[in-house]
């Protein structure tokens, strides 16, 4: 709504579905009704000035109008965020299911991302490349080398591009046939294997460097420019009331990571919007 070409006012339409909620029980849809929405901007905010709600139906008239809400149920997945991009921007975001089974997840849930952190790590690390502050194709033994290969002349060709493309030559994790050390599966640059010990090994190399941990540069490049205020490599208490509980393949649940310290390859705890 606008007047003189000043925004001063929308219009919302769409259904909502109401449920009703007890402790200790699924929540049992009550009923499904259309609503509208006036709101106006006042003193530069944004508040619902008028709300109806309309052509209210029993729960026996109710159904479930979004498919993929019957397909979790019918699959029995327990939660699942949602964001949708379209131009480069994130136009909508749903979140269906429970933080814990019981429950409602709501939009800004927190999820751990698991190795989805890498990527962030990545987006950190170019910052700095774009920056001028990190060379993409120095070797990282000037920052730091793992005592594990520190004999391993292999190690002098370690560089951040290599690491970033899955090409160092590590295991995803250390430990199988050489007990709990690092070591290399061949020669750095030659082959492409996932690993999560590289971006660990970037990471330190990094935070050496910088004299600063990953989580707050983290920060300082991409959290705080993009306003990313739901998101951190580390554990905070805040997380706990919108936690959403991860499942193994039993339908056992997951311990919820309470790190302490920057995992460049895992554990990350963000939102939908954030991550979008």
């Known amino acids: 709504l606008y007047n003189e070409g000043n925004l001063y006012g929308a219009v919302q339409s769409g259904e909502h579905q109401f449920y009703i909620r007890e402790k200790n029980k699924k929540d049992v849809l009550g009923g499904q009704a259309k609503f509208t929405t006036v709101w106006t901007k006042k003193d530069g905010n944004w508040v619902m000035s008028d709300i109806l709600s309309y052509d209210n139906g029993e729960p026996k008239d109710s159904k479930i109008t979004d498919n993929l809400q019957q397909l979790l149920e019918n699959n029995h997945i327990p939660t699942l965020g949602l964001g949708i991009i379209e131009d480069g921007k994130i136009t909508q975001i749903k979140v269906y299911g429970t933080l814990d089974g019981k429950i409602t997840a709501p939009y800004n849930s927190f999820f751990n991302v698991a190795s989805l952190t890498k990527p962030v790590t990545a987006m ?7 920056l001028g502050k990190w060379n993409l194709d120095e070797s990282l033994d000037k920052y730091w080398v793992d005592p594990d290969i520190a004999k391993d002349p292999r190690h002098k060709k370690l560089t951040t591009r290599i690491i970033l493309s899955h090409q160092s030559g590590f295991p995803n994790w250390r430990g199988g046939k050489n007990g709990n050390k690092l070591s290399f599966d061949f020669d750095p640059g030659t082959k492409y294997q996932y690993s999560g010990e590289g971006l ?7 935070e050496n460097k910088f004299h600063k941990n990953l989580e707050d540069l983290a920060k300082e490049l991409v959290f705080n420019p993009l306003n990313m205020k739901d998101t951190s490599f580390i554990w905070n208490e805040k997380f706990i009331d919108k936690m959403v509980i991860g499942y193994d ?7 919820i990571v309470r790190n302490t310290k920057a ?3 895992d ?3 963000t939102s939908v919007e954030d991550y979008g």
């Open 124 to 130: 950190t690390v170019l910052r700095l490349v774009s």
């Open 200 to 206: 660990e090994y970037l990471r330190k190399a990094i």
């Open 249 to 255: 393949k039993e339908g056992k649940p997951y311990d």
């Open 263 to 265: 995992s460049a390859a």
């Open 267 to 269: 554990d990350l705890i």
